[in-house]
């Protein structure tokens, strides 16, 4: 049987464009990825991420069930779990 802390996520490595790779925690790309929907036009979310009210629930979803998100063409943001400690 797997480990618990396999299955962890608190961490995350973040690849956004044209800047280098971040270290964050969950608390840090939940923010992030709240202020990046707020900029996004609501019509332009993929109806999974629409049916939710607010802005955090929206990002919770995302972190949850996805490791990237749709900024527009040519950019990318995506995110995946990491443990920094054995």
Known sequence: MPHPLM?????FVVLETNQEEQ????LELLEKLENTLKKLAF??????????DSVTE???????TSCE?????GKYLQ???VRLEK
Not at 23 to 26: E, I, M, N, Q, Y
Not at 43 to 52: C, R, S
Not at 69 to 73: E, F, T
């Open 43 to 52: 019509d332009d979310l993929t109806p999974d991420i629409q049916k939710f």
């Open 23 to 26: 270290f964050l925690t969950k």
């Open 69 to 73: 998100l749709d900024v527009g063409p």
């Open 79 to 81: 995110w995946y779990a």
């Open 7 to 11: 299955y962890e996520q608190d961490n």
């Open 58 to 64: 929206q990002a919770q979803y995302l972190i949850d």
